[in-house]
């Protein structure tokens, strides 16, 4: 719970109630947080890959779905919104580009992460993800379920950080890792990434507008080679300039691409472009996907501003 308490010093946090003794591994012990509840939204999985295992991410997963959602049973819920990933979808080492004629593919949200694979190559936070929300459509099809049930599959998450947030995230990290030099050369690859705003958004709307329900919806706004990841993380800092640290991290940024490309595991080869169609998420939820500059100098800024400044202080643990 303590790592919860920063969120009432936000605004309209009058109206939060933070419950402690929330555990995956305690039956019954989400009860109290879901009773009395119309709508759940249900976004808390593991979320780390150093240091990962089946035992610490894909039973936590999967059983943390079993919980809420039979809780959400229990007590008669209505909609449920569930947080799934990208890690569901594109992540099949390559094999959907090289099986297609035009050696590449196109994800939409028919797609799902071959198990067989993330088995194989022992993924498991992938595999959590895809179990889970395997788990979370299984149990909305049983037939005395009560509530309506759409996913959203976002990939990785840039944008604005929570005021006074105490842990520097995995998503973040990815971004802290050229701020402060971790990388000394940019990767030669490319990463699918969405801003927070429109993710949160995407969870909203189904409940609201009544919408979306027994779908799953990609959460992509874009798929950015790092260079240009790199190069709006720079500009950012840069544009800091009554701040010193900025300007010191500023420095620290790589400009050379690696020659060599970033390992096949999302997506075609990094060679290529990463291919989607969001479409879905545009149309039926009005989703109107932030760009990648913004995400990212949004992002940069704010880990800063939350004090933040070197990958040293990213722990899984605290997660």
């Not at 099949?92 to 035009?102: N, V």
């Not at 050696?103 to 992460?113: L, M």
């Amino acid at each position: 719970m303590e790592k919860a308490l920063f969120l009432k010093t936000m605004t309209g946090s009058e109206n939060l109630t933070i419950f402690d003794g929330c555990d995956f591994g305690v039956p019954g012990s989400f009860d109290k947080a879901i009773e009395g509840c119309g709508s759940v939204i249900h976004c808390a999985s593991p979320f780390f890959h150093v240091g990962g295992t089946r035992e610490n991410l894909v039973f936590p997963a999967v059983k943390g779905t079993e919980m809420v959602l039979g809780a959400c049973k229990k007590f008669n819920v209505k909609r449920v919104t569930y947080t799934a990933s990208s890690a569901c979808v594109i992540v099949d080492y390559g094999t959907k580009a090289e099986a297609s004629s035009t050696g590449n593919h196109i994800y939409t949200d028919a797609d799902f992460s071959p198990e067989n694979v993330l088995e194989e190559k022992s993924n498991w936070y992938c595999l959590s993800k895809l179990l889970g929300e395997k788990k979370a459509f299984e149990l909305s099809k049983e037939p005395d379920c009560p509530y309506k049930l759409c996913v959203l599959n976002p990939s990785l998450i840039w944008g604005p950080m929570s005021t006074g947030q105490t842990h520097l995230n995995t998503s973040s990290q990815a971004i802290m890792q050229y701020m402060d030099g971790t990388h000394k050369m940019i990767q030669n690859g490319v990463c699918c990434v969405v801003d927070v705003r429109d993710v949160a958004q995407a969870h909203i709307t189904p409940i609201e507008k009544d919408i979306g329900w027994g779908k799953r919806f990609l959460l992509f706004g874009g798929a950015p080679h790092f260079r240009e990841t790199a190069g709006f993380v720079k500009s950012a800092l840069l544009e800091m300039k009554d701040n010193p640290v900025a300007a010191a991290l500023a420095e620290k940024v790589p400009t050379q691409v690696e020659e060599k490309l970033q390992p096949t595991v999302v997506g075609p080869s990094a060679d290529k472009p990463l291919l989607f169609d969001n479409s879905p998420a545009t149309e039926e939820l009005g989703i109107e996907f932030r760009s990648v500059e913004e995400m990212v100098k949004t992002c940069a800024k704010e880990l800063l501003t939350n004090g933040f400044t070197g990958s040293h202080q990213y722990d899984p643990k605290k997660l």
